[in-house]
Structures are given as C-alpha cells and as structure tokens.
C-alpha cells in the first residue's frame, strides 16, 4: 500500500504565507484518513521534516506560491515541474523542503510522485488570518486535493460536526 503525505507549509503569523497550514486544519477538521495517508501540518520547519517524509510514496505540498498571477489564483506542479518551482526559492521554509526532496533522492527514498498545490497570496504581512481573496480559494484547494487522493484510491470519510 502506497504511504501517502499531505504536507501543509507555512507561517500562520503572516496572514497569506500560512495558506498551506490553514488547508491542514480544514482536512483534519473535516476529513478522516486512512492509515496510510499522514495530513501534516509543517509550519516552517524544512529540513526537520526529512523524518516525516522518508518513506513516502506519494506527497501533496500545500503552501502559498509566489508567481505571476493574480492574488487568489491557483498553482498545481507535479513531478518534473516541482524542480522548476524550486528554481525561485521565496522563503526560508521552501529552501528547506527543496533541501529535503534533494535529500530524499540521495538516500534513494525519493517520493514517486510529488504535487504542489497553492494559491497566490495577497499579502503577507503581520496577521493571523488570511486575506478575503486567499480564504475564499479554501475550498477548491480541498476538493482538488481530496479529488488527487481519490485518484490514488484513497478513501476519505467526511467528519459529520
């Protein structure tokens, strides 16, 4: 059975920047996983999580991406394009991550298939919660991301609050 990681990134203090994190605590609160998929929050941590993440076949990053986009829109890299994103390091905690999937390969456990999903911030700035334009994009952000897990034949149950 194929172990699978969503990893949220983020900084939760800078509003946007802790999108990654905030889609996290919206599957855990919500969804119930299977044994073989660990929901991670990963906060800031980079090469910390190398422990977390040796091991996995398949990984999901959620973070806020930096592009050229407007604030709000949605970003999804996989595999080969994952490099390419790395090529732009924006903050410390990516440094960290890109460190760990290049680690990952050198210890011959490299993750078969790798997905970053995000959405471009709007600021990020001192604060808690995320700007309007970036919460509305929550949603779809979750539905992609449980529509890539049902791809992988993971079954997922909705937590009835």
Do not use: C
Request: hydrophobic share 45%.
């Amino acid at each position: 059975m194929k172990q699978i990681t969503v990893l949220g990134v983020g900084n939760i203090l800078m509003q946007d920047e802790g999108f990654g994190v905030r889609v996290v605590e919206h599957l855990l609160s919500h969804y119930s996983f299977p044994p073989n998929v660990q929901v991670l929050d990963g906060g800031t941590l980079g090469m910390e999580l190398l422990r977390f993440l040796v091991g996995t076949d398949n990984l999901i990053l959620i973070d806020a991406v930096s592009g050229q986009l407007p604030p709000g829109s949605f970003y999804r890299f996989q595999n080969d394009e994952v490099k390419a994103y790395f090529k732009e390091k924006v903050s410390m905690h990516e440094l960290g991550i890109q460190d760990v999937l290049a680690i990952m390969e050198v210890l011959e456990k490299p993750a078969k298939e790798i997905m970053i999903m995000g959405v471009q911030p709007f600021a990020i700035d001192i604060g808690l919660e995320l700007t309007p334009i970036v919460a509305e994009t929550m949603d779809n952000v979750v539905k992609e991301i449980l529509q890539v897990l049902k791809d992988w034949q993971v079954e997922v149950g909705k937590i009835h609050e």
